[in-house]
C-alpha cells in the first residue's frame, strides 16, 4: 500500500492543482476585477440577483442556504438592493410567516443586462475555440461538477447497462489508476486487465458470457463482467470494481447479484473468481453473496507481494 508520506503528497499536489486552476479560471473569466463586465454589482451581489432572476421568489434563508453564503452578508446584500428599488417582497402563500424576495421591474432590467453581458463576455473567450475543443471543455466541466458535487448527490441512484462504445477503455484506465493509488501496483495490472477485456471482445459468446457497467450521473463508476471457462458448467466473475464517488451505495453488491443471476439463467452449475487478499471490500462482497474460499498461496504481482485467492459460489 501506499506509505502515508506518498499520500500527504499526492494531497497536497490536488491542492495546488486545484488553488492553481480556480486562480486561472477566475482571471479568465474576470471574476478578480471590483465589478463584474456591464454592472456596477460585486460578484456576492450578483450571485444573489442572479439567483433571483432565474428562480423566482425565495425567502432570505433560503438564498443564504443555496448559495452558502453568510447570513449577514445577504441581509446587507438585500436590504442595499431593497434601497435601490431591485427588490420587493411578499408574504409567501405556503407559510404565512415567510417574505419572498423577488425582483422587481427595475430589478429585471438590471439582471437582463448582467445576464447579457455575461453571455457576450464568454462568447468572446470561446471564439477562438473549434467545436472538438468545445466538446472536450464542456465534458471536462460536467465531469468536475460530477465529482465536486459528489456531497450534494450522495443520494443520486445509479443504473446498471449493458457496455457502450468507450466503456472498456474507461474500465481498463480506471482500474489501473485506482489499484495504483490504493494498493500500489504498477503498470503491468494495467496490462493484465487490458488482456482480459482483449480476450473478453476477442472470444465474446453472447450465449455464455456479458458484461455490466454501473453509471451514475452520467460516469462510469464500476463494471463487472461474466466470462465462460475451460469447463462448459463453469463461469468466470471478472474486473468488478467500483469508484471510491459510488462506494457504500450498494453498486458493488448489485453488480455481483447481476453476474451470479445471469451465470444461474445460462445454465452454468458454479461461478468462480480469482482476486487477492488486499482487495477486502471486495471479498466481503463475495462472502455476502455465498462465495466459498477454495484456495490461497503468495505471489508477486503487478510490483507487490501477494496473496492470491479463488473463490466458489455453487449455483
Known amino acids: 500500500m501506499l506509505s502515508q ?23 479568465i473569466i474576470g471574476l478578480l476585477a471590483e465589478h463584474l463586465p456591464a454592472s456596477n454589482l460585486s460578484l456576492p451581489e450578483a450571485r444573489i440577483l442572479y439567483e433571483l432572476g432565474r428562480n423566482g421568489g425565495q425567502t432570505a434563508a433560503e438564498l443564504t442556504r443555496g448559495l452558502r453564503m453568510d447570513k449577514a452578508h445577504v441581509s446587507r446584500i438585500v436590504t442595499r438592493f431593497r434601497a435601490r428599488g431591485l427588490l420587493d417582497s411578499r408574504i409567501s402563500p405556503s407559510h404565512g410567516r415567510h417574505k419572498l424576495l423577488a425582483l422587481t421591474a427595475a430589478g429585471q432590467r438590471v439582471f437582463n443586462t448582467i445576464d447579457a453581458g455575461s453571455r457576450h463576455a464568454m462568447d468572446d473567450i470561446l471564439a477562438p475555440l473549434d467545436l472538438a475543443a468545445r466538446d472536450r471543455l464542456a465534458a471536462a466541466m460536467q465531469q468536475i461538477r460530477r465529482i465536486l458535487g459528489a456531497r450534494d448527490t450522495a443520494a443520486e441512484p445509479f443504473r446498471l447497462r449493458a457496455l457502450e462504445v468507450g466503456d472498456l477503455g474507461i474500465i481498463v484506465s480506471r482500474q489501473a489508476v485506482l489499484y495504483h493509488q490504493e494498493y500500489g501496483w504498477d503498470w ?20 455464455h458470457e456479458d458484461a455490466w457497467v454501473a453509471e451514475r450521473l452520467g460516469s462510469v463508476v464500476g463494471s463487472v463482467f461474466l466470462v465462460k471457462s475451460d469447463d462448459p458448467t463453469v463461469g468466470k466473475l471478472r474486473m468488478l470494481y467500483v469508484e471510491p464517488s459510488a462506494r457504500g451505495l450498494g453498486v458493488g453488491r448489485a453488480l455481483v447479484d ?34 466459498q474460499l477454495i484456495e490461497e498461496a503468495p505471489h508477486h504481482a503487478f510490483g507487490a507481494d501477494l496473496i492470491e485467492q479463488t473463490w466458489l459460489l455453487d449455483l
Open 258 to 291: 447481476a453476474c451470479i443471476a445471469r451465470a444461474r439463467d445460462l445454465g452454468y452449475r458454479q461461478l468462480t473468481l480469482w482476486t487477492n487478499d488486499v482487495l477486502v471490500s471486495a471479498r466481503r462482497i463475495y462472502q455476502a453473496a455465498g462465495f
Open 188 to 207: 503491468t495490472f494495467e496490462g493484465f486487465v487490458a488482456a482480459i477485456a482483449s480476450q473478453f471482445v476477442a472470444h465474446f459468446d453472447a450465449e
Open 5 to 27: 508520506t506518498t499520500l500527504k503528497g499526492a494531497l497536497m499536489s490536488l491542492v495546488d492543482e486545484v488553488r492553481g486552476f480556480n486562480r486561472f479560471y477566475t482571471q
